[in-house]
């Protein structure tokens, strides 16, 4: 494989939650980063688009409850139908999951062989990124349930927000369990305080997955993980009682992401790398979903178990296979849709548009002006006025909560050569070996293990 000579070269450099930026580099200069450009925005698209689409699924939730008087008085109408393509929230977050996995994994083949080293500033990194906008979240949840949900107790929604036996929107023992991040493990406490934390929970316990799952996928392979993991978290979904909303097969999404983004970067040194094949799951992922939806939208099948899991796998394996593809066939039509402006906007500040979408909704919606009395305007008044003043807010809240704790990760100038690089997306040759495929940073497993044992002054230790 020859090395590219160009006056500059493109390389992305995510951040490790894959909040990314692409930097140029000028090779006949003074090989330093020297401004900042564009980056792989479609991914910050892709996750608006997921927040976007879980905050009209609360809307509709709050209009026409499910299991309601207004429910069934509605039924068949143009609305209740239009409603029934946004009433699965579950597939937006399962959507979430695979590009977290993808970003994680993502973001460690940027900065060196894909590898965690050292768990403590792993974990820091992340306790950071995620726990104070949580934590913020929470306080302000807590106001909400006592200023608005406890006085409409007894009214559907809310109703589903308060504890049965203790007629409380928060309890002790919810409270503590939202503090720890393991509401998702009971169904006493997986709704209460904020109907949206409880997929944080889920992603906070992966995370402490992530460094094991690393090791098998590379001492293994991904498809070997994927097996690993997926025959205990179908069979936990089959046979524990309660578990279909544990949601443990978010597990096997994750892994997916992990594996697209595996795949990107260590393509198979025969067939490389394939585009196509990427799209052809996603189309066929994608097609499956809408169908699942459609039955149950227009057909009025009800959402059970199996069909909860079989439409968030085949949602979540969509998302992976276009992640795979989009990331190394870039410049299509579909990235340059989803790399808009104010999508990119709104995906930076996604993970707070969905934290707090929820208890500001509750308030907008009871505050509602009198004219929004029937179903039909009050959705017009939540998407006129509850969505953009939510989405600003979650701008707002995104710049206070997350943006100081969030810091971009580069790699040293000196790991990059001019014979390292090559041209991406990277193109199978004949008798191509694995060494022949260039990483985005240029840099071998060994060369990556001496740069950081030196950093820390001692032999790293591989996880």
């Known amino acids: 494989m020859n090395p590219i000579n160009p006056r500059t070269v493109f390389m992305p450099l995510w951040y490790d939650d894959c909040s990314s930026q692409r930097l140029r580099f000028d090779l006949r200069k003074s090989k330093r980063f020297t401004e900042a450009s564009a980056k792989l925005e479609f991914i910050e698209g892709m996750r608006a688009l997921a927040a976007l689409y879980v905050v009209?699924?609360?809307?509709?939730?709050?209009?026409?409850?499910?299991?309601?008087?207004?429910?069934?008085?509605t039924k068949g109408t143009l609305l209740a139908n239009a409603m029934g393509a946004f009433r699965n929230g579950h597939l937006a977050v399962a959507a979430f999951i695979v590009l977290s996995g993808f970003c994680l994994q993502y973001g460690l083949f940027q900065r060196g062989d894909g590898r965690v080293y050292g768990l403590g500033g792993f974990f820091k990194r992340r306790a950071l990124r995620i726990l104070p906008a949580y934590y913020a979240?929470?306080?302000?949840?807590?106001?909400?349930?006592?200023?608005?949900?406890?006085?409409?107790?007894?009214?559907?929604p809310f109703d589903t927000y308060v504890k049965a036996s203790s007629g409380l929107p928060v309890t002790l023992d919810s409270l503590l369990a939202h503090v720890f991040l393991i509401q998702n493990l009971s169904m006493d406490w997986m709704y209460r305080i904020n109907g949206a934390l409880w997929s944080i929970s889920i992603e906070a316990q992966l995370y402490l997955l992530f460094p094991w799952l690393i090791l098998v996928m590379q001492k293994r392979s991904p498809i070997q993980l994927l097996l690993l993991i997926s025959i205990p978290s179908l069979l936990i979904a089959a046979y524990v009682p309660g578990a279909a909303k544990m949601y443990s097969w978010f597990a096997i999404l994750f892994v997916a992401g992990m594996m697209a983004a595996h795949y990107a970067h260590r393509p198979d040194?025969?067939?490389?790398?394939?585009?196509?094949?990427?799209?052809?799951?996603?189309?066929?992922?994608?097609?499956s979903t809408f169908y699942m939806v459609y039955q149950q939208a227009v057909v009025g099948?009800?959402?059970?178990?199996?069909?909860?899991?079989?439409?968030?796998?085949?949602?979540g394996f969509a998302t992976a296979a276009f992640l795979y593809s989009a990331t190394i066939s870039p410049g299509g039509l579909a990235q340059r849709?989803?790399?808009?402006?104010?999508?990119?906007?709104?995906?930076?500040?996604?993970?707070?548009?969905?934290?707090i979408h929820h208890p500001l909704l509750q308030a907008i919606y009871v505050y509602r002006p009198a004219w929004a009395a029937t179903p039909e305007m009050e959705t017009a008044y939540l998407l006129a006025v509850a969505l953009p003043a939510i989405v600003v807010a979650a701008l707002v809240f995104s710049w206070v909560f997350e943006r100081p704790f969030v810091k971009s990760y580069l790699p040293a100038p000196s790991a990059v050569d001019d014979h390292q690089l090559y041209q991406l997306p990277l193109k199978p040759l004949e008798h191509a070996t694995m060494e022949s495929y260039a990483y985005l940073e240029g840099e071998s497993k060994e060369a990556s293990r001496e740069r950081n044992a030196s950093k820390r002054g001692r032999k790293a230790k591989l996880y």
């Open 56 to 73: 009209v699924s609360h809307f509709c939730s709050m209009v026409i409850p499910s299991d309601s008087a207004r429910f069934n008085q």
């Open 137 to 156: 979240t929470l306080a302000l949840s807590v106001g909400i349930c006592y200023w608005v949900t406890w006085p409409n107790k007894d009214i559907r």
């Open 269 to 287: 040194p025969v067939k490389g790398l394939k585009p196509a094949y990427g799209f052809a799951i996603f189309w066929a992922g994608l097609l």
């Open 301 to 315: 099948n009800s959402l059970d178990a199996t069909t909860l899991i079989a439409s968030d796998l085949t949602c």
């Open 337 to 355: 849709a989803l790399s808009a402006r104010w999508l990119v906007r709104i995906g930076v500040a996604s993970y707070s548009l969905y934290l």
